[in-house]
C-alpha cells in the first residue's frame, strides 16, 4: 500500500545551520506531496506542498521538491531559527480524499 | 487563519466511562475527519464524514464511533474508555473538492488519558 518514510528524529541543530529532514514516499501512482508542521501544543498546520513531479513547494524559507525518480520530497531550510522548533510531517495524497502521514520528525533548535 | 475547535484540550478519565471529545468548525466544510496520534507521533485515520449523515471508517480500526447530524459539528464518541485508548486525537476539515489541493485544518488536539 502506499506510504510515507521519514528520518528518525530529533533532529538537533543550532540557530542558523542548514536543515534537511528526508522524506520517501512508495505509491502506484502520482501522488500530491505535502509537508505539514506541529508547534507545541497546536494542531497540524499546512507548511507547503507539491502536486506533480518537479514541483518544489515552499514557504516561510522552507522548500521540497518533488523528485519522482527518488520518490522524494525532502524538506530543506537554509537557515533555521528557534522558532522553528516544531514536529514536522511528510505526507501523501494519492487518489483518494485521505492524506497518509509519515510517522513525524522532531526539529529542536537552540540559539 | 483556521476555525477548527476541539474540546476539552485534555481529559483524564477512569476506565469504563463513556465520553465524548468535541470538534466543530465554522468553515462550512463538508469533509471532516478524525486522527489518532500515537506517542511516537504518527498519526492515524480513525473516521472521516464527507457530509452530513456520512460517516466512514478509516485506515486504524478503532472502537470510537462518531456523527455528523450538522455540517459544523463531528463529535467522536467511546462508549468504555481503556487504558490503551490514551493517545492524541486531532480532528481536520476540508473543504478541498480536488484531491490534489487537499488542505486539511486542524483543530489544537484533544489529549485524552485513561487511568
Known amino acids: 500500500g502506499d506510504s510515507v518514510t521519514q528520518m528518525e528524529g530529533p533532529v538537533t541543530l543550532s540557530e542558523e545551520a542548514f536543515l534537511t529532514i528526508n522524506c520517501t514516499y512508495t505509491?502506484?501512482?502520482?501522488?500530491?506531496l505535502f509537508w505539514y508542521v506541529q508547534y507545541p501544543g497546536e494542531g497540524l498546520q499546512l507548511l507547503l506542498k507539491?502536486?506533480?513531479?518537479?514541483d518544489k513547494g515552499s514557504n516561510k524559507g522552507f522548500e521540497a521538491t518533488y523528485r519522482k525518480e527518488t520518490t522524494s520530497f525532502h524538506l530543506e531550510k537554509g537557515s533555521v531559527q528557534v522558532s522553528d522548533s516544531a514536529v514536522y510531517f511528510c505526507?501523501?495524497?494519492?487518489?483518494?480524499?485521505?492524506?497518509?502521514f509519515g510517522t513525524g520528525t522532531r526539529l529542536q533548535v537552540f540559539p | 487563519e483556521a476555525d477548527i475547535y476541539q474540546t476539552p484540550r485534555y481529559l483524564v478519565i477512569g476506565t469504563g466511562k463513556k465520553i465524548t471529545l468535541e470538534c466543530s468548525q465554522t468553515?462550512?466544510?463538508?469533509?471532516m475527519y478524525w486522527y489518532q496520534q500515537d506517542p511516537g507521533m504518527e498519526l492515524h485515520l480513525i473516521h472521516y464524514?464527507?457530509?452530513?449523515?456520512?460517516?466512514e471508517k478509516g485506515d486504524l480500526s478503532s472502537e470510537s464511533t462518531v456523527s455528523r447530524i450538522r455540517t459544523e459539528h463531528f463529535p467522536l464518541t467511546l462508549e468504555s474508555a481503556r487504558p490503551s485508548h490514551t493517545s492524541q486525537y486531532l480532528c481536520?476539515?476540508?473543504?478541498?473538492?480536488?484531491?490534489?489541493?487537499?488542505?486539511?485544518?486542524f483543530g489544537s488536539g484533544t489529549q485524552l488519558s485513561v487511568l
Open positions: 464524514s464527507y457530509g452530513v449523515n456520512s460517516t
Open positions: 481536520a476539515s476540508s473543504d478541498e473538492g480536488r484531491v490534489t489541493n487537499e488542505k486539511l485544518f
Open positions: 468553515m462550512g466544510h463538508d469533509k
Open positions: 505509491a502506484t501512482g502520482y501522488p500530491s
Open positions: 507539491a502536486t506533480k513531479a518537479d
Open positions: 505526507a501523501l495524497s494519492y487518489n483518494t480524499d485521505k492524506l497518509i
